[in-house]
């Protein structure tokens, strides 16, 4: 699943993702667009989305993510 994908069906928004990652949400925008970010923020996305969905995801489980390594 995309990151869109994966924020929807938790369902939050990006402000919301943002705050549970502890990034901006302008960064959230530009991962879903497919702009690279650094693979801390993939990381800090990835954890969010983990405690949001209840089960583990992983930076490459995240269709489409382009990380900055």
């Known amino acids: ?3 869109q994908e ?3 069906s938790v369902p ?3 402000p919301e993702l943002a705050k549970a ?3 901006d949400a302008q ?6 667009a497919g702009q690279r970010i650094y693979a ?6 990835a954890e ?4 949001a969905l209840g089960r583990n995801i ?6 489409g993510l382009q990380v900055r390594y």
């Open 58 to 63: 992983q930076v490459r489980d995240i269709d």
């Open 6 to 8: 994966l924020r929807e």
């Open 48 to 51: 969010a989305l983990s405690e």
């Open 27 to 32: 960064t959230i925008r530009n991962a879903e």
């Open 12 to 14: 939050m928004g990006i």
């Open 40 to 45: 801390k923020t993939a990381r800090l996305i």
């Open 21 to 23: 990652a502890n990034v």
């Open 1 to 3: 699943m995309t990151l």
